[in-house]
């Protein structure tokens, strides 16, 4: 079936716009995570949603990061009066997420975005 | 900070020769999964291994997992230039809250040379 899938693959913005960035998960899957990953450099865990739960908003570097989702469906990321230091690829991951415990997550291809 | 940090950094290889990547932790888990990722775009998930665990093989692939020492090792034998990419670790910890969450680290570049 299909993977998670991510748009766009590629975002070109000048610094002080703001930009949205799109995940759509494996259907069936309960759990939609979002990671930022600067070049050379691990996953930064950015937010976490499970179902209708609250999300875990821990990761969100500033108030200018907020991210939706409706329901298991599709979530947006979105960035509010980029800076440069913004520019990274951005990786959303979904997971069956049943009971306590992590398992596999599948990722999207990622969003490289690139702040002027 | 990273939870789990990945040893060496950067390896190169010739192919048909074994790669083994290491990687350590700092706090109790329920699991340790390896991921792949090319030219860094999404991750590939290789690989988990449960605490209670001690090793686990997948093809050419050989995980083991030290507990008490807090540290994990991903073997792949037999290597081939198709392994070049770069191989994180990450960790799901237990309780506190959080236990839905992977940490990863840095990473591991491996270089499979022709």
């Known amino acids: 079936g299909a993977g998670v899938s991510q748009s766009p693959s590629n975002k070109v913005t000048e610094k002080g716009k703001d930009v949205e960035l799109r995940c759509d998960p494996i259907s069936g899957h309960t759990a939609l995570y979002w990671y930022r990953q600067r070049l050379g450099q691990g996953l930064e865990f950015l937010i976490y949603?499970?179902?209708?739960?609250?999300?875990?908003k821990s990761g969100l570097p500033s108030d200018r990061f907020s991210a939706e989702r409706t329901g298991e469906s599709v979530s947006t990321l979105t960035i509010q009066r980029t800076q440069q230091e913004d520019s990274a690829v951005y990786l959303c991951?979904?997971?069956?997420?049943?009971?306590?415990?992590?398992?596999?997550?599948?990722f999207g291809p990622g969003t490289r975005l690139t702040v002027l | 900070s990273q939870q789990g940090e990945e040893d060496p950094q950067a390896l190169s290889i010739q192919e048909g020769e074994n790669a083994t990547m290491n990687c350590s932790y700092k706090?109790?888990?329920?699991?340790l999964q390896w991921y792949r990722q090319n030219s860094g775009r999404g991750l590939v998930h290789l690989i988990l291994i449960r605490s209670n665990e001690r090793e686990k093989h997948s093809g050419r692939l050989r995980v083991t997992l030290d507990t008490s020492k807090k540290s994990s090792s991903l073997l792949i034998t037999a290597s081939r230039a198709a392994d070049t990419a770069s191989y994180f670790c990450?960790?799901?910890?237990?309780?506190?809250?959080?236990?839905?969450?992977?940490?990863f680290g840095k990473g591991t570049l491996l270089t499979v040379n022709p």
């Open positions: 991951a979904s997971a069956r997420q049943r009971g306590a415990g992590s398992g596999e997550q599948f």
């Open positions: 949603f499970q179902g209708n739960s609250a999300p875990d």
């Open positions: 990450a960790t799901n910890p237990t309780g506190g809250g959080s236990n839905y969450k992977l940490t």
């Open positions: 706090t109790s888990i329920n699991n």
